[in-house]
């Protein structure tokens, strides 16, 4: 797969900048496809790996809340915008997440925010478990 246009590395970063993490969160992480004149592209919280102690090797992942009115007015048309509470069968593998559907930059776009990262993601970050989970 080629590398990313500058365009879909700026939308990442812009559904990023709208992500306010709850708790310790690893970096934004997102996989794409472009076919024909339509690009999907999902973007998800990293797990973090909490180090040392008993938590020690666990995988944690943030909660956070999403600004979608900043994020849908940098798009020069939003066609759809869905909440999908629960996968929509044993095939789909996004789990909780908000959909939009529309033109950015020029180019016709679906997205999806994932509330978990898809099974395989490595963690984003590294978190000193004996600074946070303490049994005090």
């Known amino acids: 797969m080629s590398p990313p246009s500058a365009w879909l590395e700026s939308l990442v970063e812009l559904a990023a900048s709208?992500?306010?993490a709850h708790?310790?969160?690893g970096t934004v992480g997102y996989r794409y496809t472009e076919e024909d004149d339509l690009t999907e592209v999902?973007?998800?919280p990293t797990p973090v790996e909490l180090v040392g102690g008993e938590e020690d090797g666990?995988?944690?992942v943030s909660g956070f809340t999403l600004d979608i009115q900043t994020l849908t007015s940098a798009f020069e048309q939003v066609i759809a915008i869905y909440w999908y509470s629960r996968s929509l069968g044993p095939y789909d593998l996004s789990?909780?997440?908000v959909s939009i559907e529309g033109l950015y930059q020029g180019h016709?776009?679906?997205m999806q925010i994932l509330a978990d990262p898809p099974e395989d993601e490595q963690p984003g970050m590294k978190l000193?478990?004996?600074q946070y989970c303490s049994d005090k």
Do not use: F, H, R
Request: proline residues 0%; contains cysteine; negative net charge.
């Open 23 to 25: 708790s310790a969160m």
């Open 128 to 130: 000193d478990a004996t």
């Open 42 to 44: 999902i973007v998800y």
């Open 18 to 20: 709208c992500m306010e």
């Open 58 to 60: 666990t995988l944690v």
């Open 108 to 110: 016709s776009v679906w």
């Open 95 to 97: 789990g909780a997440n």
